[in-house]
């Protein structure tokens, strides 16, 4: 016989099967929404450090044009392969001896801890020349009579993709759109180098299932940064 007092507000009975299936489920949903949240992060970060490794080539390449008093250009794969896979990534060369080989290019010295593993992040989809410099100078001197430039112009198929800097700190003013490896991220990432100020603006185009060849540039997520000294990518 049991006579041990009763405490106001106690039970003797445990959880019932059903409160344990219900705590269950919560559980499971609780774990379903962070491997979801995690997932997305895991998509976003991937295109968001390729896009930081190819704007940390952009400055290593203006510091060496400026260091060796060299032209240095950044060579992509060639147009019929970027849709490719296994397509190579940019390459950094550099004109070593102008005045005896004008014109002859070799890759440029300690430059692959630069351009390593931005093929294995991002694809390259577009390079586009962009006319920002005049508009730029035109605005520094007060010039009005410089017409307005037209759209930005992008290579023909029989061009190289190469984008140039010169030992005076200038380089190409290009647009380079770049696209996840990964098929499940539709976001695209807009890399804007800007030569006459040397600095680069990155824009992220959201492009919803409905229309797959469009795209919303996110004005929130603009950034702009300077070309400075380069950051090497381990």
Known sequence: ????????GTSNHGF????????????LLLFGAAVFEFNSMGR?????????????????ARSEAERTGRKIRIRFSAPDELTRSTAAGPVAEWEAD?????????QLPNSVHFTRGVDDLVTVESVELTDLDSRLAAQLTGDSALPDSGPATGFELDEPLVINFYPDGSC??????LAD??????????????GLT?????EIIEVTP?????GEINEAARTTKPLGQPQPKP
């Open 1 to 8: 016989m049991n006579n041990r007092p009763q405490l106001a």
């Open 16 to 27: 019932t099967l059903l409160e344990i299936l219900l705590v269950l489920v919560l559980l």
């Open 44 to 60: 976003g970060a991937s295109i968001s450090a390729g896009a930081e490794r190819l704007e940390s080539l952009f400055r290593f």
């Open 98 to 106: 102008p005045l005896q080989q004008p014109g002859q290019f070799a």
């Open 172 to 177: 190409d003013s290009v647009k380079v759109k």
């Open 181 to 194: 490896r990964n098929p499940d991220n539709s976001t695209k990432t807009l890399v804007e180098l800007i």
């Open 198 to 202: 040397g600095t680069v603006r990155r």
């Open 210 to 214: 409905d229309e797959p060849g469009g």
